[in-house]
């Protein structure tokens, strides 16, 4: 399983983490993936400049904002399936 880490710290917070949250859960559902992909919030990941801050694994941090979701989710997330 592939576990994604979204900061919910105090940059990321304000930057919209909880919609980030929200929308990578949606295309969870919708492509029935909740069983390959999970997500959890973690506090600082430490990249609070990158805010929202998502980490796919032990991996690299990327910055995330809700309306890159779904690139994000493309262009990193899929292909480890």
């Known amino acids: 399983m592939i576990t994604v ?3 919910i710290g105090s940059a990321c917070h304000l930057k919209g983490s ?6 990578l859960q949606q295309i969870l ?3 029935n ?3 390959k992909i999970e997500i959890k919030a973690a ?11 998502v980490k796919i694994d ?11 979701v779904e690139e994000f989710f493309e262009t990193h997330l ?3 399936l």
């Open 29 to 31: 559902r919708e492509r």
């Open 58 to 68: 032990d991996g690299e941090v990327f910055s995330v904002r809700e309306d890159t």
């Open 18 to 23: 909880y919609n980030v949250i929200n929308k």
């Open 78 to 80: 899929l292909g480890r």
């Open 33 to 35: 993936l909740e069983d």
């Open 43 to 53: 506090f600082c990941l430490g990249e609070c400049t990158k805010a929202v801050s």
């Open 5 to 7: 880490n979204v900061c």
